[in-house]
C-alpha cells in the first residue's frame, strides 16, 4: 500500500525553465509535507516543506503548493539549473501521536536539467 | 556539508560480525531516527530516539540494536546479520515538535557477506 506516490519515475528539463515535480498521497491524516533531494552517494537534503494549514510555501527557487482535496502537492523550481540535477523525494508525516517522525516517502524522480 | 556525521561510510561485514554503525549531531536537536534505503527505493523508518528514549520501533528485527547514549549521538548495533539486510543506512535528526523536518547524514553503506 504505496500511500505517497510519484508517478513521474524521471523529468528532463532545459536549464532556465520551470521543473514542476508531482507527488500524490492517499493518507487523509497526513498534515505535514516535505521535500528532499538527494544525489548519490550522499543522504536526502531538505529542500521545502508545507503544513496542511497552508497551499502555497516558497522559498527562494523553490515553491511547494498542496491541493488538500485532491492530496496532491507539487515542487516548482524556477529557473531550473544543472546543479538541480538529482533524485527528488516527496515526504509526508502525520504530526503528533505516535507517528511522530514517521516519514511516508514517495518512489522519488530522476530530474535532469540540461544546460 | 551535512550536520549530522556518519560513520563508517562504507562496512563490509561477515554473518557472524558484530560492528556499530555512529551518528552524532550538534544542531541540539532532541530527535534521532535511524532509517534504511534499498538500491531504487526510498528511505523506510527504523526507529526513532525522542528526549534520548526510544519512541518508535519499525517491527525491526532484534539482530538490530539501537542505542543513544546522549542527545548527540546514536548507534546501531549490528548482529548476525543476513545479505538482504546490505542497504544504505541513514541517521537524521529533528527538533521535537510539530513542523520540524528531519536533517539527514550521508548514510552507511553496508555490505553483508
Known amino acids: 500500500d504505496q500511500q505517497v506516490k510519484q508517478n513521474s519515475p524521471s523529468l528532463s528539463v532545459q536549464e532556465g525553465r520551470i521543473s514542476i515535480l508531482n507527488c500524490d498521497y492517499t493518507?487523509?491524516?497526513?498534515?505535514?509535507f516535505l521535500w528532499y533531494k538527494k544525489y548519490p552517494a550522499e543522504g536526502p537534503t531538505f529542500l521545502i516543506s508545507?503544513?496542511?494549514?497552508?497551499d502555497k510555501n516558497e522559498d527562494g527557487r523553490f515553491t511547494v503548493f498542496l491541493n488538500k482535496s485532491a492530496k496532491h502537492l507539487s515542487l516548482h523550481i524556477v529557473p531550473s539549473q544543472p546543479g538541480d540535477s538529482a533524485v527528488y523525494f516527496c515526504?509526508?508525516?502525520?504530526?503528533?501521536?505516535?507517528?511522530?517522525?514517521?516519514?511516508?516517502f514517495g518512489q522519488g524522480t530522476i530530474l535532469t536539467v540540461h544546460p | 556539508d551535512t550536520e549530522v556525521t556518519q560513520t563508517p561510510k562504507h562496512l563490509v561485514m561477515g554473518m557472524t560480525n558484530k560492528k556499530s554503525l555512529k551518528c552524532e549531531q550538534h544542531?541540539?536537536?532532541?530527535?534521532m531516527y535511524w532509517y534504511k534505503q534499498k538500491a531504487k527505493k526510498p528511505p523506510e523508518l527504523m526507529f526513532v530516539?525522542?528526549?534520548?528514549?526510544?519512541?518508535i520501533n519499525e517491527s525491526v528485527p532484534s539482530r538490530f540494536s539501537p542505542e543513544c547514549p546522549n542527545s548527540s549521538l546514536l548507534n546501531l548495533h549490528l548482529h548476525a546479520l543476513q545479505p538482504e539486510d546490505s542497504a544504505l543506512y541513514l541517521c537524521?535528526?529533528?527538533?521535537?515538535?510539530?513542523?520540524?523536518?528531519?536533517?539527514f547524514g550521508n548514510g552507511t553503506r553496508l555490505t553483508v557477506t
Open positions: 537524521a535528526s529533528s527538533r521535537p515538535g510539530l513542523n520540524s523536518p528531519l536533517h
Open positions: 493518507n487523509s491524516m497526513f498534515d505535514y
Open positions: 508545507i503544513s496542511s494549514i497552508k
Open positions: 515526504a509526508a508525516n502525520r504530526e503528533g501521536g505516535t507517528s511522530y517522525g514517521k516519514l511516508t
Open positions: 544542531m541540539g536537536h532532541r530527535a
Open positions: 530516539y525522542s528526549y534520548e528514549k526510544l519512541s
